[in-house]
């Protein structure tokens, strides 16, 4: 693993937390997307050299929904950037952590993400993330 890539910060309202954040960071969010497959509208900031990505939840069945109705709003997951995401995959599972994508996915900011769950990693959901080299 590289770097942290980004924290991701689940939210109710992606509005108004793009406010608070603004206010924050005293910067404007840089990038608003969607990702369909995961029911999210995510928006980034850029601090230093340091990225947040909010999520809200476009629907109750929604990863984020479903975790902001068990914890509330908060920090969601860590990403870290990885140089090959497959290679990657199979070395974690090799010393034993839990992978919920085997096979990486599209994500957002032109990524490929797969998760290790949290219940392997002390109760932090793990992104992993590799640049897209195609932004289809």
Known sequence: MNK????????????????????????????TETVESEGVKTSFFKTGTNKIELLEAMNPNSPIAKFIDKKGEGIHHIAF?????????????????VVINETPKKGADNKLVAFLHPKSTNGVLIELCQERINKE
């Open 81 to 97: 950037d990885v140089n090959d995401i497959e290679l990657e995959i199979k070395r974690l599972k090799n010393e034993g952590f």
């Open 4 to 31: 942290i890539e980004h924290i991701g910060i689940a939210v109710k309202d992606l509005e108004t937390s793009n406010l608070i954040f603004e206010k924050l960071f005293g910067v404007p969010h840089y990038k």
